[in-house]
């Protein structure tokens, strides 16, 4: 069963504490994995697209990595305006069509 | 301001009342879809569209109609609302008909259906 597995679901940092959120996946048919942030009461905000494995991305303070298996979002330095729900959402495709399968978000707390 | 608009933002309605969360968006995207969030399963995929007139279902499409008649709109209808389906509803856009890319969210639509 395609299944997308975020950990962990909370993470406390203090201001400046770098750390690594985890995205693992089980779907066949990988076109991409997505990373998106969400604060309170919004839709969620695209963050990254990584296609294939040993792909990285940037912005800002954030470094998203992808392997076969898993991905990761490293968040260097992270500032209390970091704090949001990370979410991580795959993309498999097959010949009748394709189908997004969310994560349930690891929330991010940074504090001052 | 490229968007995507949903409409209502908060909707309380009774079981069996038929309604339409309607969705637009300015940025001629091919890919629209609608998911619902909720606590503990995130967000799961309704319908998509990857253009005019082709709509498919995701995960979760039981109890839900949509359309496509239009490339800026999909309209989410729910024509005999159960309280299963309370829940926090995001409408979505991508530039390509795949859905790769990354998608723009409309900032949600809040139901509950006593």
């Known amino acids: 069963e395609d299944q997308v597995t975020q950990s962990p679901e909370a993470l406390r940092l203090q201001e400046g504490e770098s750390s690594s959120l985890n995205c693992s996946y089980t779907?066949?048919?990988?076109?991409?994995l997505f990373w998106y942030r969400q604060d309170p009461g919004k839709g969620p905000e695209f963050l990254f697209t990584l296609y294939s494995a040993g792909e990285e991305k940037e912005k800002e303070r954030l470094k998203a990595t992808l392997t076969k298996k898993e991905s990761f979002l490293h968040i260097t330095a992270p500032k209390p305006e970091d704090s949001a729900t990370y979410l991580c959402?795959?993309?498999?495709?097959?010949?009748?069509?394709?189908?997004?399968?969310f994560g349930t978000g690891t929330s991010l707390t940074v504090i001052p | 301001e490229a968007q995507v608009t949903q409409n209502p933002r908060y909707l309380i309605t009774v079981t069996g009342k038929k309604l339409t969360v309607t969705c637009s968006q300015n940025m001629n995207h091919e890919y629209m879809s609608w998911y619902r969030q909720d606590p503990g399963l995130g967000l799961r995929q309704i319908y998509y569209?990857?253009?005019?007139?082709?709509?498919d279902k995701g995960d979760v499409p039981e109890g839900y109609k949509v359309s496509r008649k239009e490339k800026r709109n999909f309209p989410l209808i729910l024509e005999s609302p159960s309280p299963n389906q309370t829940s926090l509803y995001f409408c979505a856009s991508s530039p390509h008909s795949t859905g790769i890319g990354g998608y723009t969210f409309g900032s949600g639509t809040r139901l509950t259906v006593v």
């Open positions: 959402a795959v993309q498999a495709v097959w010949l009748t069509g394709n189908q997004f399968y």
């Open positions: 569209s990857m253009n005019v007139e082709v709509t």
């Open positions: 779907v066949s048919g990988l076109r991409g």
